[in-house]
T-cell receptor, first 115, second 112 residues
């Protein structure tokens, strides 16, 4: 099945460390997104990319960077992790060409803990 | 700027009862999506509503879209415990060239 995968699924790191979360998809979608979810809260958009050469900031991009290595891969980096970046991170994909609408498909999530 | 408001944010309901979750949005759109999230899990697509008057049903859940009122509803019929989850609505811009805007989610707890 075409899918959205995220690695790692769980990560514990220390303050100040650089870490990378990876997202791969086999859906053939052009658009990819990174979201953060804190306990009991909704989704907040970190970065999004509508094609390989397109990168856009979301509402909470400070402290994060991204790389779109290929159509199928979109990585999120925390240059110097801090405890308030402890959260559940989701990657998502969509493609306006598929049916002409923008339904997003989510990966399983990465649970990140920064000590 | 497109804003999406869901209510209620928390809902505790008894098994067998009916209830409705509301999703209001601030600017013109004719594309709206409902997602379900179980605790600690990912978001799963429930319904895609693509026009005024669209209605979709799956089991005990029914979603509808009124683009003139800028309102979608998710109606739960005869709730069962398995429906306990958080439900998000998300609205697309007219152009489709911006990310979806999500509501804050409604955490539903169905109790015996």
């Amino acid at each position: 099945d075409a899918d959205v995968t995220q690695t790692p699924r769980n990560r514990i790191t220390k303050t100040g460390k650089r870490i990378m979360l990876e997202c791969s998809q086999t859906k053939g979608h052009d658009r990819m997104y990174w979201y953060r979810q804190d306990p009991g809260l909704g989704l907040r958009l970190i970065y999004y990319s509508f094609d390989v050469k397109d990168i856009n900031k979301g509402e909470i991009s400070d402290g994060y960077s991204v790389s779109r290595q290929a159509q199928a891969k979109f990585s999120l980096s925390l240059e110097s992790a801090i405890p308030n970046q402890t959260a559940l991170y989701f990657c998502a994909t969509s493609d306006l060409r598929t049916g002409g609408y923008n339904e997003q498909f989510f990966g399983p999530g990465t649970r990140l803990t920064v000590l | 700027e497109l804003k999406v408001e869901q209510n209620p944010l928390f809902l505790s309901m008894q098994e067998g009862k009916n209830y409705t979750i509301y999703c209001n949005y601030s600017t013109t759109s004719d594309r709206l999506y409902w997602y379900r999230q179980d605790p600690g899990k990912s978001l799963e697509s429930l319904f895609v509503l693509l026009s005024n008057g669209a209605v979709k049903q799956e089991g005990r859940l029914m979603a509808s879209l009124d683009t003139k009122a800028r309102l979608s509803t998710l109606h739960i019929t005869a709730a069962v415990h398995d429906l306990s989850a958080t439900y998000f609505c998300a609205v697309d811009s007219i152009s489709g060239n911006t990310p979806l805007v999500f509501g804050k989610g409604t955490r539903l707890s169905v109790i015996a």
